[in-house]
């Protein structure tokens, strides 16, 4: 459970400034929730991203034809298979498909956060250099973001 919380925290939760260039960082929000259903809702709606069956998604799709056509060419007998093995894992962009699978699982948890109410919130640079304080995962933290939450 506490990996599904991890996740949870991770996908609503916002995430410290790396450059002062990078947009702010951004959490979920519903005025005047308490902390027992931001919490509720924050590992349900994660749950939903994190367990969804993604096999039929059409980056998953991409991701497998690509490696069982490398895996064919790489068994060919023959020069330049091992060649070929090589261009067909780059077609195939499995760094793409993974950040492309991860946006559909998002998109799943932003929709159920949306269809319980939250919006978006905008953390002002004070508040992201005072959620970095806190360690990721803690309650301190679960707290913090929480009182940006409710507000």
Same mark, same amino acid.
């Not at 056509?69 to 790489?74: E, G, H, P, Y």
């Not at 309650?139 to 009182?147: G, I, M, V």
């Given at each position: 459970?506490? &990996?599904?919380?991890?996740? %949870?925290?991770? !996908?609503? =939760? %916002? ?26 809702? %924050? ?17 998953? $799709? ?9 895996? *064919? *060419?790489? +068994? !060919? ?9 090589? +261009?067909?894992?780059?077609? @195939? ?5 993974? &950040?492309?699978?991860? %946006? ?9 956060? @949306?269809? $319980? ?11 992201? $250099?005072? !959620?970095?304080?806190?360690?990721? =995962?803690?309650?301190?933290? #679960?707290?913090?973001? #929480? ?5």
């Amino acid at each position: 459970m506490s &990996r599904i919380l991890m996740v %949870a925290i991770g !996908l609503i =939760g %916002a995430t410290t400034a790396q450059a002062d260039a990078r947009a702010p960082a951004e959490t979920w929000g519903k005025p005047g929730v308490g902390y027992d259903e931001y919490r509720d809702d %924050a590992i349900g709606c994660a749950k939903i991203g994190y367990f969804r069956d993604v096999a039929q998604d059409e980056p998953a $799709k991409r991701f497998i034809r690509g490696f069982e056509t490398a895996d *064919l *060419l790489l +068994n !060919l007998p023959g020069a330049g298979a091992g060649d070929d093995w090589g +261009n067909s894992i780059r077609r @195939t962009q499995p760094d793409r498909q993974k &950040r492309d699978l991860h %946006a559909i699982q998002v998109g799943d948890v932003e929709r159920c956060l @949306t269809d $319980k109410g939250y919006h978006r919130v905008t953390l002002t640079r004070a508040e992201e $250099k005072t !959620l970095a304080r806190y360690p990721r =995962g803690s309650e301190a933290r #679960h707290r913090y973001l #929480h009182a940006l939450a409710a507000r």
